[in-house]
């Protein structure tokens, strides 16, 4: 089993950027897929990214693509989302996910949930 905890939410300007972390616990964090989540009051949780147990497969919503962007440091136990060019529709709550995985998997269904970690853009 894996824990997970995000931090570096926070309140940014529209066409700003933020970067969340999200350090996970455990000695086999290399044998998990990991991703990104959002959700906004009164609708599901939606899919924001994904990136493969070794970081060479990522996979984004479209509506992030060219914008965000995700990346793990195996090392340190930790995934990054760095948000750029954020827009006042990006607030939510961000919610970090792990699911073991085969080598080379970006998945959308994950196991594994952090607490999530709230970013607010302004306009």
């Known amino acids: 089993q894996v824990q997970l905890v995000e931090s570096g939410g926070g309140l940014v300007q529209a066409g700003g950027s933020v970067r969340l972390s999200c350090a996970a616990s455990g000695r086999t964090f290399n044998s998990y897929a990991l991703g990104w989540f959002r959700q906004t009051p009164g609708k599901e949780r939606e899919f924001v990214a994904s990136?493969?147990?070794?970081?060479?497969?990522?996979d984004y919503r479209d509506s992030v693509k060219g914008r965000f962007t995700i990346s793990r440091d195996n090392a340190k136990n930790t995934v990054y989302l760095q948000m750029n060019s954020l827009k006042p529709e990006d607030t939510a709550v961000y919610y970090c996910?792990?699911?073991?995985?085969?080598?080379?998997?970006?998945?959308?269904?994950?196991?594994?949930w952090g607490q999530g970690t709230q970013v607010t853009v302004s306009s």
């Open positions: 990136i493969s147990r070794g970081g060479q497969v990522t």
């Open positions: 996910a792990a699911k073991m995985s085969s080598v080379g998997v970006a998945t959308r269904t994950f196991d594994y």
